[in-house]
């Protein structure tokens, strides 16, 4: 990280983790409130078919108000549907990110497949003027600050018994779009980890 911090000093940038997650129609378990005695149960339809992939990346530099941005897609199980995020999808983020944001980008992101396929290296490569690639070590979510948030919107749907996937979309849209305004709570994610942006 000290290598991605240096390099984001030298060039003014914003330094971007980069996530997934995903949420299928079983919901997670959830703590709530119930009567002494009674352990309350939200029963749902069963698993159901599709799931809903999210990719968000965390931005943050010195002196800006930290920014989420992020894209989903749904699954429904349907015939020559992709089942989450491919390549084009990953660069399309990147891409929209460094148009929000206006400035060159400093890319933190795990070892995932997708994100070494060599269509991705080669538009890396390809952009190296304003985007610099690093890699979390493997197995660390604990150091990527979009853990925090899908903590954050998983939390939020813990407890909800949806009829079908646009349901959870919704969810899920409505709780992102909430924490894009929310920049302390950004903030927090990054401070969570350990990891601070003292340039």
């Known amino acids: 990280m000290a290598a ?3 390099t984001a000093a030298v060039n003014s940038a914003w330094v971007v983790f980069e ?5 299928s129609m079983t919901p997670p378990r959830a703590r709530t409130w119930g009567r002494r005695g009674s352990t309350p149960v939200v029963r749902v339809r069963g698993r159901g078919s599709g799931r809903v992939s999210m990719a968000g990346m965390t931005c943050y530099r010195p002196g800006e108000r930290s920014r989420l941005i992020y894209a989903i897609r749904e699954y429904r199980g349907r015939k020559d549907e992709p089942k989450g995020f491919g390549w084009k999808d990953y660069r399309d983020l990147v891409l929209r990110a460094h ?4 400035g060159p980008i400093v890319l933190v992101w795990d070892n995932l497949r997708m994100h ?3 269509p991705l290296r080669e538009f890396f490569e390809a952009n190296a003027a304003w985007l610099t690639v690093f890699q979390l070590p493997t197995y660390a979510p604990d150091l990527n600050p979009q853990e925090g948030i899908w903590s954050l919107v998983k939390r939020d749907i813990g407890n909800l018994a949806a009829a079908d996937l646009s349901q959870i979309t919704r969810a899920v849209k409505r709780k992102l779009k909430m924490l894009q305004y929310r920049p302390e709570v950004i903030d927090g994610c990054l401070v969570g980890t350990g990891l601070a942006l003292d340039m």
Do not use: M, P, R, Y
Not at 19 to 23: H, I, K, L, V, W
């Open 99 to 102: 148009t929000q944001l206006g």
């Open 4 to 6: 991605g911090k240096s």
């Open 116 to 118: 070494l396929v060599a």
């Open 19 to 23: 996530d997934e997650a995903g949420q």
